[in-house]
């Protein structure tokens, strides 16, 4: 089932790798078909470079998994949620990328300084709220999904590809599970500039 999404999943995941996204084993990829209404995901724990089509998760977007014999990763409840509430994107991609978590560690979005950010992003990266003591405890994953929508309610998703969790890290979205990928990179990117740009002019985002 679903063989060729599965493949590129495999190779967005280990993008993640050849890019210096990720440290271990933290960040993942999915992908959605959205005809048959199924996304298939990495499981949790397992390397990137042992990743294998047959290692992957595929879920129904209520979260059933109807193949795949590992355990999903931690983030499902988030991937889903996105699938749900953002109709046009076919892939995510979730990193604890160094620069681009440093400002949702701070709470703080990522300001438009430049033409390089502008290309990219339609405005500044924004923040998601604060997850509650109560959602944590009710549902934390699930609810990082519920205040990413949140956050978006008056953003067009496709114009600005990318959310950071406030104190957790980011998200990004694409056409695709690659395109996903390629936005994180963006992402980080534009993180690492601003963050070197504050740091030489001494001036705070607004």
Known sequence: MLEKLK?????????L???GLVTLTWGNVSGIDRERGLMVIKPSGVPYEELKPGHLVVLDLNG???EGKLNPSCDTPTHLALYRAFKEIGGITHTH??????FAQACREIPCLGTTHADQFFGPVPLTRTVTPREVEQDYVGNTGK???ERFWRIDPLDVPA?????????????????????????ETVAKMALATLSLNGRRSS
Request: avoid cysteine.
């Open 97 to 102: 990328s160094v620069h681009a978590t440093a």
């Open 64 to 66: 059933k998994v109807v």
């Open 163 to 187: 959310v950071l969790v406030a104190h957790h890290g980011p998200f990004t979205w694409g056409r695709d599970a690659m395109d996903s990928v390629k936005n994180n990179i963006a992402l």
């Open 7 to 15: 493949k590129e999943v495999v190779e967005a995941n280990k993008a």
């Open 147 to 149: 205040v990413i929508v």
């Open 17 to 19: 790798v050849t890019s």
